[in-house]
């Protein structure tokens, strides 16, 4: 339950997101020993890293899934403890219920459960036409779409993303990027995007972030317009983080430029 | 063989087995190939079925033996169903009843007629109270394993769109469990005639059981048949809601909805 009155969270657009020398272990495996990170209202933040680098766990941290082991997480000033109304998270399976309809599963995401408002909701990410069909019969790429649009329908200030198109062939995942895209500038909405794929992350973010053996190990703003194009400006990005996941240090690169 | 593929495709191919059988074991009983002494004709069966029905007392029988499998299986099942809800959904509670239940459900239920005789005497409730103990045990072991199969993945994110409670359940974890919860009801349906049957054999004063035992003191072996008959038609009847159930419940499911 949330203490501000409703009025005022529609109004605000994006949370703003604190996270204060934040630690979590499991048992004895240290997964994130020391995050320190700010998010503006509203920003587009990517995180990547190599597998069980901790990104997915600092997510759920962020979702109030798990709880910190230290520090704390700020969400406009308030402490993260469990499960907030304004946060929403995106698997990387759409976890539909698939005995019900695609307007009911939608219909799940908010309170009032609301027809129309899901109807809405779904004709925001184009799939009105298929409101009452089954999960079983739509395809992967439009089953995160009823996934996003059960995410966005209660309007959240927050929105946490655990690699939602890991799982989607190339095609669908632009038209998903773009899809995400637009609905983020039009609702202003906060979103943590975690992926491995650094494509992605340059394609989306304002900002991406490394996670390297449970610290923030690089943090670089994308300064390109958008729409995104993959031009130049852009493989200079992907490139720039790509060598410091993989840590290729200069001296390989040249030897790399002499072998060509 | 366009034909029998056509046969095979035409509704009544589920039929033609019985039907054949029937006029084959007519003619042998006709033909005197088969005594009539050890089992009558289908003709015969009928004739006892037409009479049997005209006086009231086949309905009557069928009547009291429905009346007691139903019974039976509504305490049993919902035993069975409110326990697997209960040790699927709390941990301690299946750590204290999983292990009891399980150890009596190794135990025959029809072992237990002796001294279900004495409890109760040879009244309907040692009946009810058999076909309940038959019927509890299937539903709670399905009911428990549908609610333990249920998606992890689809409980955080109910947890996530804050389900809970009441909620949680009715959107959540019964729908997830119903598939298995039907399976179970199926079973439970077969142990609910086939403990039937065996308790009415043994005392009763009404049901069909009681008309077969009676039947046999007369030497009546068209009436026994027809009561073995009569059972496995119930059976099929039973069996037959319980899939149309799953039809309507599991529409959702890929694999039925094409049935």
Not at chain 1, 27 to 42: E, F, H, R, T
Not at chain 1, 93 to 115: F, H, I, T
Not at chain 1, 217 to 230: G, K, Y
Request: charged share 20%; glycine share 8%.
């Amino acid at each position: 339950m949330s203490h501000s009155p409703q009025g005022a969270i529609k109004e605000a657009k994006g949370a703003y997101v604190s996270i204060d020398s934040v630690g979590k272990s499991f048992g004895d495996k240290q997964v994130l020993s020391d995050i320190n990170l700010s998010i503006a209202s509203g920003q587009f933040v990517a995180i990547v890293g190599r597998s069980g680098c901790g990104k997915s766990t600092l997510l759920r941290l962020l979702a109030g899934l798990e709880e910190v082991s230290s520090g704390e997480i700020l969400l406009d000033g308030i402490a993260v403890n469990g499960i907030r109304e304004d946060t929403r998270m995106l698997f990387q399976d759409a976890r539909l219920l698939p005995w019900k309809r695609c307007v009911e599963n939608v219909q799940l995401g908010m309170k009032s459960r609301s027809y129309e408002q899901a109807l809405a909701s779904l004709e925001q990410v184009g799939l009105h036409e298929r409101a009452n069909e089954w999960p079983s019969v739509l395809s992967g790429g439009q089953r995160q779409r009823v996934s996003l649009a059960r995410a966005l329908v209660s309007s959240p200030r927050l929105l946490l993303l655990d690699e939602p198109l890991g799982a989607l062939d190339a095609l669908t995942r632009i038209d998903m990027q773009n899809l995400i895209e637009n609905l983020w500038l039009e609702q202003k909405f906060t979103t943590v995007l975690v992926t491995h794929d650094v494509d992605e992350a340059v394609a989306l973010a304002d900002r991406v972030i490394l996670i390297e053996n449970g610290l923030i190990a690089f943090d670089i703003q994308i300064t390109l317009a958008r729409p995104r194009e993959r031009n130049n400006d852009f493989i200079y990005f992907e490139k720039l983080i790509l060598d410091r996941i993989l840590q290729r240090g200069e001296h390989e690169q040249q030897d790399k430029v002499y072998a060509i | 063989m366009k034909w029998l593929r056509k046969i095979v495709d035409s509704p009544i191919a589920p039929a033609i087995i019985p039907i054949v059988v029937l006029v084959v074991w007519q003619l042998l009983g006709q033909l005197g190939w088969i005594s009539t002494r050890i089992l009558p004709t289908p003709l015969a069966v009928a004739k006892a079925a037409v009479k049997l029905t005209l006086s009231g007392e086949l309905i009557q029988y069928i009547g009291s033996s429905t009346m007691r499998a139903l019974i039976g299986f509504g305490i049993g099942g919902a035993i069975g169903f409110i326990l697997g809800i209960l040790n699927g959904l709390s941990h301690t509670a299946n750590r204290l009843l999983d292990s009891s239940v399980q150890m009596v459900r190794n135990v025959p239920h029809l072992a237990l007629i002796p001294l279900v005789i004495i409890w109760f005497g040879i009244g309907e409730t040692a009946k009810i109270f058999l076909v309940a103990l038959g019927t509890f045990f299937p539903i709670y072991m399905n009911t428990l394993h549908g609610i333990r199969s249920i998606d992890p993945g689809l409980i955080e994110m109910a947890k996530v769109y804050r389900l809970q409670g009441k909620d949680l359940y009715r959107h959540v974890i019964f729908p997830g469990a119903v598939s298995s919860i039907l399976v179970g009801v199926r079973y439970a349906l077969g142990f609910m005639w086939l403990t039937l049957i065996v308790s009415e054999t043994i005392s009763s004063n009404s049901g069909i059981g009681y008309m077969a035992m009676n039947a046999r003191e007369f030497m009546r072996l068209d009436v026994v048949v027809l009561a073995i008959i009569i059972y496995a038609l119930l059976g099929k009847l039973s069996d037959t809601i319980a899939k149309l159930l799953e039809q309507k419940l599991l529409q959702w499911h890929p694999n039925y909805s094409k049935q």
